[in-house]
Structure formats: structure tokens, C-alpha cells
């Protein structure tokens, strides 16, 4: 949510804030900005839309500038338009600012500066976080950085801030509470970045602000110090992100190089962990505490969209293998609850971005209450990476489409590596199986570039159905989440209304929703419920339904009892999630484009959902 950039430094900042922007914006993209100081002071160029609206703006503007700073915005307090875009002068323009966050006690402090005279020129609690840094700094006689911890002490809520001062061309002040933050670390130059990818092409060398930090960047030097003013030692940290990990490479959208990735991907979130032909899994970050998973007394599973998805995957595993009872929770839903954490129990939070607002304070109030939270994060150095007691790195690399693809099913993979571990240590499961599924493991990416192979065939199927209204998506058992994800993604990017069914459940309600005009996806491989939902799919098609059925390669029977059919690889049934959401996720993709969607960018949404 909302896109950060900020440089300082011997290069011109304007084009590398505007790069950089480009690179963040899959966090939101309604409208962009950038404020720069040069012979003419502070000056903030901002306009509605993505960057490349306001690359235009800034043609024939004297932009020329060592200092500067950017932000593409995910809008929370008011609409998307050119007033509301960041950066936002302060009241006196001395100061500007950019935020990503929601500062909740707005409204008292803007009332306070109304009172005092102030006028706004837009709707956002940023312009408001602006001002009342202004105000404190004017009244105080301090130091801008003294203003800003002040005004941090008083806000409520959550935010990663960077200011510049028209008094000073070598400063840049940046704070983060909630909101990632990191500060590049060159030679001579500084960065900050909501992530990495804006910085890696120019440093490997990286600070992750933590919470109730402030980083003062001044004449060439870095400071940190925390809201009370403790000064901190920050640690560097080397990214080992790659330039081309965050470009497109050939393909036409970020999502299906991520989609085609997956066999890469699959390998990397398994690399060093698992040697199928010794027998051995190690989780290098769960080692100390593996004995309490296997001796946990129930797991609870927390995370969004996505993420959630992986977790109703991980459930079945985990309590297949290991015999351990699971709960899948939304975050957003746990939080607000209060919830039941025992003694034993351990609470996995999984996260793609690592920086999910309500996944965060899922974890914040499990710890609370006493549990022993892991993380399955993507990405190193977040904020949920670092909350968490003990993980594992999914290793997908960067996702960059807004739909997330391979981060699932390194997530799935991952967590089914946790599952057999637990499940080996605590003896539920035979020598032979645990080797037999490491082994499968191990041919999962070939079996996933088979079904990749299957592309240009999914993409005919798509075509007929490029105008549907609605979709259904059956499963059952494991191939349940994957009908949830699969109508996911197919309603993110495409905007067609798309629900996700235990296919069971079809004739409890849905079933009433069935006629000629209602695609139907089903996952239909020979696991033990094949025979079942053959009977769901006759009961598909007696309403004249349209049936699209993923199959396992040599299936006979389906061909000739639906309208498409989509041949994957024959799989151990406990792996199948990593190979039937394959399908799924390019016949959204295909549909997508051929709708004329922004599959990158889908509307409303954001990569990394930082609010709640
Ligand atoms: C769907 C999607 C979202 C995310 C969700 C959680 O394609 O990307 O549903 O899965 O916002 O995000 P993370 O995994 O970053 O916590």
C-alpha cells in the first residue's frame, strides 16, 4: 500500500524517484508524485493516475535536482485525484511530506490546527501529519528532527514517513511505525524505499527501519534515533535481490513470468532442505523449535487472501501427517476476537509481502496471549519475518503482479516441508511415505513445466469464456482451496464474479445458480473423492452447466462427459495444490488479457495491504 522512494545523494534524483516508483508500483497506483529541491526551493509535482501520468507532468519542468523524494498511493482518506496525491506541502511549505499508513487520530489533530488558523488543501490525514510537524517545529524553537518525534509521539496509527525541508537541501528525515521502510546505504548517497527493489540497482547494502525509529539523513550522514531519543545502531544488512528477479524478462506481464517461474520457484523453496535421495528435510529456521511442533496440541493458522488459501492447504497436511489438529483463521478475523491460545499451542502466520496490517496484529495478540508464532514470509527483512519467533523463508523471489501466483505455491511447499517434519519427528508417519513424499517433492517443478506446457491451450479455453459473467470453481479435500484460489484470481483481475465451493456444498445452495451460461471449473484428479465429484459434475451437467475439468493425463472417462478438459501430471494426492492451481491461475490470467485488464495492476487493489 502506497509506494515510497526518496533519494539523496550526487545523482539526479528526479529520474531515479520516478524508476523507483515504477518498481513499487504494485502497491498502489491511483495516483504519484515527487517534491525535489533545487535553485527554485521545495517544488512538488503530483498528478491522478500511474507514474507514467506524472513522468508527463513533469515534461518541460526544471526538475534538475540531487535531492528528492516520490510516492505512488494507494488512496485510504479521500478519493484518487491530483489534491489528494502525495508529497503534500505543509501549511507554510516549508516542509513535505509522503506517507504510507493511516493515521487514525486525524480528525482531533486537524481540528487543533484549524483552530490555530490552518486551511488544508486536501483530504488526507498525511497533509494533517504534515502540518502538525510544521506547527510543532515553528513553536518549539528544535530541530526539525526534535518536531518530527513529537508529532510521532502524539499520532495513532501507522506509518513509514519521509520529509524534506526547504531548508535544507542534504536532509531527509524518515520515520516508520507499522510500514516498511529501508534505507539504501551508497557511496556518498542515501535511499529509502517502502522495499528493496527501488535500491538493489544501486547498493547492496541495507537498513530496515525498525518501529519508532526516525532516520536522519543530513550532509552525508546517517543517524537513528528512536521516538525518545535513544540513539540506535543501526545494522547493515546485504540484499541479495537481482535486477533482473524484478523485471519482466520477455513476458508481457509480471504475473505470468511468475506463473512460468513456478518450476524455479518450487526448487528454490525447497533447495538445501530437502535431499530426497538421503532422506533428509532440514528447516534450518525451525530447527530449535521443531520438537515443540511435533508436540503441539493444535495449530491455528493465520493470514489473508491468499495466504489463507495456503493455510486451508496446510490444513489438511498437517493433520493428515501429523496428526495434529489445525484451525485456519482469517487475521483480520482473529484479531478481533479473543481467541482460545493454549498452552502447546503454536500459531503460523503466513505472509507473501511479510507486511499484512492485520496479519501483523493477528501475531502482535497471539504473542500476547503466550503462543509460539512462525512465519512463512517471502520477503527477508519484513515486518512479520521479523515479529515472529522462528520460520521459513518461502525463497519465491520477488512477486511483483498484484495477483499472487508463485508465492503460493512456495508457501504450499514450504508449508508441507513443516508438515513432514513435524509429522517425521513425531513418528506419525512411516519411514517409507516421508521418503516416498520427498522424493514426489522433488518432481514437482518438472511436473509443474509439464502443465505450463498445456498454455496455449488454456489460453483457447479462456477465449470461449471471455465474456462470462459469473464462474463456479469446485474441489474437494486438498483441491478445495485450490477452487477458492482459483476463483480468486480469476475476480481480481478479470472483475468477472467468480465463487470457490467444496463441490458437495454445490447442491446446498449454488446449484440453483447452474444453467447454460455458468462455467464451472472443476478440479477433477484421481485422488480418493474422484468418483464423488464425477457424481457433482453429472449433477453439473443434467442443468446444462459448462463444465471445464482439470484432469489427471489419462483420464478417460471426464473427455466425454464435460466441455474442457485440462490434463495435469498424475501426483501423490497430499502435493496435488501445487500442480492443479497451475491451470487455474492462467486460465485467469488468459481471460484477464483478453478482457483488456491491467493484470498487473488490478483495479483497488495493492500488493502490500498495510491497512486494515
Ligand atoms: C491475492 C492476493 C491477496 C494476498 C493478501 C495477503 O492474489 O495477493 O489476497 O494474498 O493480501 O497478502 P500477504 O500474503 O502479503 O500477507
Redesign the pocket.
Known sequence: MCGIVAYVGHREACPLVIKGLKRLEYRGYDSAGVALINQHGLSVFKKKGKVVALEHELIGKDIQATIGMGHTRWATHGEPNDANAHPHYSFHRKLAIIHNGIIENYAAIKQALLKKGHTFTSETDTEVLGQFIEDIWENNGGSLEEAVRLALQEVVGAYAIVIMSQTDPTQLIAARKGSPLVIGVGDNEFFLASDATPIVEYTKDVIYLNDYEVAVIKDGQLSVVTLDNTTTTPYVHKVELELEAIEKGGFDHFMLKEIFEQPRSIADSMRGRVKAEEGTLQLGGLRDYLDKLAKSKRIVII??????HAGLVAEYIFEELARIPVEVEYASEFRYRNPIIKEGDIVIA???????AD?LAAIELAKSKGAIIFGVCNVVGSS?ARATHAGAFTHAGPEIG???TK?FTAQVTVLTLMALAAAHRKGTLSESLFRQLLTELESIPAKVEQVLQAADKIKEIAYIFTYARNFIYLGRGLNFPVALEGA??LK?ISYIHAEGYPAAEMKHGPIALIDEDMPVVVIATQDSSYEKVVSNIQEVKARKGRVIAVVTEGDTHLPGMVDFTIEIPRVHDILMPLVSVVPLQLLSYYIAVMRGRNVDQPRNLA???TVE
Request: proline share 0%.
Open positions: 493470514g489473508c487472501g491468499t495466504s489463507w503466513i505472509s507473501q509481502s511479510g507486511e499484512t496479519t512479520i498484484v495477483a499472487s508465492a480468486l484470481k481480481e500488493k502490500s495491504v
